[in-house]
């Protein structure tokens, strides 16, 4: 299994074409990478209103950051086995990445250049109202795909 977490710069914040093509590209994804077991886009988003401890009192919800302040992408990823991340890195991302690579900072041989940190899963809990299905949860051991 591969996991990780990357950071995309954004130049000019996420304007609506590139946040339309993210979700274009997350349905490719979905549809042509049976190996790729979770892939999110998140953009930044305000601080929780949440106050400090130790009661930590909820507050009403925070305005959403202006489009011009969502300065990266951040992406998560956990793929099946080393194949899997292969067959993402020539999918769908490939072209996406050259189309819409002007929006990104850090160019590295014409392409953006994230700061990607790999992950080592010790556990997992996704909750069926978030995926609308059966709930998965337990430790790696539990929903690592047999060897």
Known sequence: ??????????QNGCPPELEAAVKKLTTAVEQSEPGTLVY???????????????????FDEPEPLPKQ?????????????????????????RSFMS????????PWQGHPRPEVSYLNPQSLLVR????????????????????
């Open 128 to 147: 069926a109202e978030l995926l609308g299905r059966q709930r998965l949860a337990g430790s790696r051991e539990h929903w690592q795909r047999p060897a």
């Open 69 to 93: 302040a969502q300065s990266e992408l951040v992406f998560f990823e956990v793929y099946r086995d080393s194949l899997a991340f292969s067959e993402h890195l020539r999918g769908p991302v």
């Open 40 to 58: 999110t886009v998140s953009l930044p988003g305000p601080y929780p209103p949440i106050g400090p401890p130790p009661d930590y009192e909820v």
């Open 99 to 106: 189309k819409f690579r002007h929006y990104f900072e850090t």
């Open 1 to 10: 299994m591969i996991a990780l977490f990357s950071r995309w710069r954004l």
